[in-house]
Each structure stands twice: as C-alpha cells, then as structure tokens.
Nanobody, 115 residues
C-alpha cells in the first residue's frame, strides 16, 4: 500500500522560506519519480517540480530559482525548499508518485504566505 505523508507547511511572512517533506512508504522509493504539486483555493491543481530516480530535477517555469526539490533515498523522503515566498504561493502542497499507472497523493500540507 503506497502512502505519502507531507509535513512542514505553515504560516510564513512574505519573503520567508519553508521546507516541505514527504515521507513515502509502500514503494521502492529510489525507483520512482517524485513530484510536488499545489492547489490554491478556487484554482486547479498545478505541477510544481519533479525529481527523477537519478536526481535530475525539473520545475514549473514560474518557480525556477525560488523552489528546490531534492530527495533522500536513505530516508524515503522528498523535499521542497521554498524561498522568497509570496502570497501567490499560498496553497495546499501535495506530493505525488505513480505506480503501475496509478497516481498516489498525500493528504497535503497547507502553506499560507501572509503578513
């Protein structure tokens, strides 16, 4: 059974930073592409970043330079370091992977950027 558990969200002031974590179980973690997505109130879920099995990364164009995705295969965990946060980054952040064609999602962690 695949489980993804996000943590690290919270309230942060504009310009601040947060690091999100997603702990995975039920998969051979090192074999899977891992993704972060986010969904703001009233908006569709959007892809944020991914990290491949080999550690290569890719980002949504609008987030390049501010967000960094990484993985620790010894801890079965993927991270999202978010810097220079703005109110537009307020959203529920989800991690995601796919196994045998089925998408798996965590419950999400809320990030609120506000003064």
């Amino acid at each position: 059974q695949v489980q993804l558990v996000e943590s690290g969200g919270g309230l942060v002031q504009p310009g601040g930073s947060l690091r999100l974590s997603c702990a995975a179980s039920g998969i051979i973690f090192s074999s899977y592409v891992m993704r972060w997505c986010r969904q703001a109130p009233g908006k569709q879920r959007e892809w944020v970043a991914l990290v491949t099995r080999g550690g290569d990364t890719n980002y949504a164009d609008s987030l390049k330079g501010r967000f960094t995705i990484s993985r620790d295969n010894t801890k079965n965990t993927v991270y999202l370091q978010m810097n220079s946060l703005t109110p537009e980054d307020t959203a529920n952040y989800y991690c995601n992977t796919a196994k045998f064609g089925t998408d798996y999602w965590g419950q999400g962690t809320q990030v609120t950027v506000s003064s």
